[in-house]
T-cell receptor, first 112, second 113 residues
């Protein structure tokens, strides 16, 4: 079946540091890939998505590129802020099965 | 404002009791979902519904039940058959099933006492 693997957290960074969160997936065919963010005490919000190989999703300074050859969708941000402290979830959608499959989430803590 | 609303935010249940978690959306979305979130784990799908009066089991449906009598409402009942119900429950909706954005509620934290 489908699965998503993320690097375990917590990831602790200083403000303005570079952030990378690794995400790899297992799926047949060509799933759509997503990053969701969960701020403390809230539900999840879509951060960005990519629907086909080599697509780059971007939003709020975050980027992720759909790499079919390495089955990866790593999230990056060049200069993090304290307000980026949250839990980040990588997810995939595949029509067969008709559901979103989530990774375990990575907690990011940005210190001033 | 359009959105998806879960209630209550916190819920306490005694062992052996059934409890129902509310989820309402005014986004006119066809698809609705229930996920369970445990510490350090990803979200696991409990049930989903693609259309009114239809729903499907997800990966961990045992001990849960749902109904979809109205498009805007998708309540989840945690029954006494659920052996480990303490968790954070998230409801979501999307305009249609598929690779479209899912909108999430703020969640309900259920604790068995």
């Amino acid at each position: 079946g489908n699965s998503v693997t993320q690097m375990e957290g917590p990831v602790t960074l200083s403000e303005e540091a570079f952030l990378t969160i690794n995400c790899t997936y297992t799926a047949t065919g060509y799933p759509s890939l997503f990053w969701y963010v969960q701020y403390p005490g809230e539900g999840l919000q879509l951060l960005l998505k990519a629907t086909k190989a080599d697509d780059k999703g971007s939003n709020k300074g975050f980027e992720a590129t759909y790499r079919k050859e390495t089955t990866s969708f790593h999230l990056e941000k060049g200069s993090v802020q304290v307000s980026d402290s949250a839990v980040y979830f990588c997810a995939l959608y595949q029509a067969a099965g008709n559901k979103l499959t989530f990774g375990g989430g990575t907690r990011v803590l940005v210190k001033p | 404002d359009g959105g998806i609303t879960q209630s209550p935010k916190y819920l306490f249940r005694k062992e052996g009791q059934n409890v129902t978690l509310s989820c309402e959306q005014n986004l006119n979305h066809d698809a609705m979902y229930w996920y369970r979130q445990d510490p350090g784990q990803g979200l696991r799908l409990i049930y989903y519904s693609q259309i009114v009066n239809d729903f499907q089991k997800g990966d961990i449906a045992e001990g849960y039940s749902v109904s979809r009598e109205k498009k805007e409402s998708f309540p989840l009942t945690v029954t006494s058959a659920q052996k480990n119900p303490t968790a954070f429950y998230l409801c979501a909706s999307s305009i249609r099933p598929g690779n479209t954005e899912a909108f999430f509620g703020q969640g309900t934290r259920l604790t068995v006492v």
